[in-house]
């Protein structure tokens, strides 16, 4: 199962456009440039920005004897690689300003000027560039940057998350979400908060995994999803009651009916 924007990132990527993928942590921007590498046919190489980043680290250095050391990034724009620039909103921007002649096919390394295997595409990924009030230590990409990369936006994939775990779980994180949202945090609830929820619940390790994962260090915010969840729990489990009731089951007129239909649309599809 793959986001329901994997195509559309497919084909942008393998018309030769760089693109930078956006989106809250946790909604597989790392995954898509990996499968989107393997859908290519192309290998697959990565650096993680941060502060520290220099620019030797992306397009090498000449040791103190003259040899030219290549970098990862070097190697994979001679070969043809896809290569990802994760969390490029981490980096520093002067550093990022040396691959800014990519669009023209060449590069400027230490050892000379280099024109880039055909095959050689660019991803980047980073968060939302309206919240670094919730992902501390970034910046917003100034537009010398954004203008060279299609921006595209993943959105939490619901059915994606409902593939990696259950239909139980991705109800509780939602209600999580809804209880986040509602009472002004910004905490994000991710992906990777529903997947860890799933595997502590499904290997029995944890007596209440979401409050571990997702409600650790919110104790007042706890309470009110207890109190929201036994509520929840009812509903669901009256709608299940509902959607598997057969005839005889039925209680009054409208019960009867909706099996009815149901039966009659089930019959029809």
Same mark, same amino acid.
């Given at each position: *199962?793959? @986001?329901?924007? &994997?195509?559309? !990132?497919?084909?942008? $990527?393998?018309?030769?456009?760089?693109?930078?993928?956006?989106?809250?942590?946790?909604?597989?921007?790392?995954?898509? #440039?990996?499968?989107?590498?393997?859908?290519?046919?192309?290998?697959?190489?990565?650096?993680?920005?941060?502060?520290?980043?220099?620019?030797?680290?992306?397009?090498?250095?000449?040791?103190?004897?003259?040899?030219?050391?290549?970098?990862?990034?070097?190697?994979?724009?001679?070969?043809? @690689?896809?290569?990802?620039?994760?969390?490029?909103?981490?980096?520093?921007?002067?550093?990022?300003?040396?691959?800014?002649?990519?669009?023209?096919?060449?590069?400027?390394?230490?050892?000379?000027?280099?024109?880039?295997?055909?095959? &050689?595409?660019?991803?980047?990924? #980073? =968060?939302?560039?309206?919240? @670094?009030?919730?992902?501390?230590?970034?910046?917003?990409?100034? &537009?010398?940057?954004?203008?060279?990369?299609?921006?595209?936006?993943?959105? @939490?994939?619901?059915?994606? %998350?409902?593939?990696?775990?259950?239909?139980?779980? !991705?109800?509780?994180?939602?209600?999580?979400?809804?209880?986040?949202?509602?009472?002004?945090?910004?905490?994000?609830?991710? *992906?990777?908060?529903?997947?860890?929820?799933?595997?502590?619940?499904?290997?029995?390790?944890?007596?209440?995994?979401?409050?571990?994962?997702?409600? *650790?260090? %919110?104790?007042?915010?706890?309470? $009110?999803?207890?109190?929201?969840?036994?509520?929840?729990?009812?509903?669901?489990?009256?709608?299940?009651?509902?959607?598997? *009731?057969?005839?005889? %089951?039925?209680?009054?007129?409208? %019960?009867?009916? =909706? !099996?009815? =239909?149901?039966?009659?649309?089930?019959?029809?599809?």
């Amino acid at each position: *199962m793959k @986001h329901s924007k &994997f195509e559309y !990132v497919k084909q942008i $990527v393998d018309a030769g456009i760089n693109v930078l993928l956006t989106g809250e942590a946790g909604t597989g921007k790392t995954t898509i #440039a990996m499968q989107v590498a393997e859908a290519l046919n192309l290998p697959f190489s990565s650096y993680t920005m941060t502060k520290q980043t220099s620019v030797n680290a992306l397009i090498g250095f000449n040791s103190i004897n003259g040899t030219y050391i290549p970098s990862e990034f070097r190697k994979a724009y001679e070969d043809g @690689h896809l290569f990802l620039l994760d969390e490029i909103d981490a980096a520093d921007p002067n550093v990022l300003l040396v691959l800014n002649t990519l669009e023209n096919g060449y590069i400027a390394f230490p050892d000379g000027i280099v024109k880039g295997h055909p095959n &050689f595409r660019l991803m980047a990924t #980073a =968060n939302p560039q309206d919240q @670094h009030n919730i992902y501390t230590g970034r910046s917003k990409l100034d &537009f010398s940057t954004m203008d060279r990369y299609f921006i595209i936006n993943l959105e @939490h994939d619901h059915k994606l %998350e409902l593939t990696l775990t259950d239909e139980d779980t !991705v109800a509780s994180i939602e209600l999580a979400r809804k209880v986040f949202q509602e009472n002004g945090s910004s905490k994000v609830v991710t *992906m990777r908060d529903a997947i860890r929820t799933f595997k502590l619940s499904k290997a029995n390790l944890d007596d209440n995994p979401i409050k571990s994962t997702v409600f *650790m260090f %919110e104790p007042t915010l706890w309470k $009110v999803f207890e109190s929201r969840y036994e509520i929840f729990k009812q509903e669901r489990a009256e709608a299940k009651r509902k959607a598997n *009731m057969q005839q005889h %089951e039925a209680v009054t007129i409208e %019960e009867l009916w =909706n !099996v009815i =239909n149901r039966e009659v649309n089930d019959g029809n599809s």
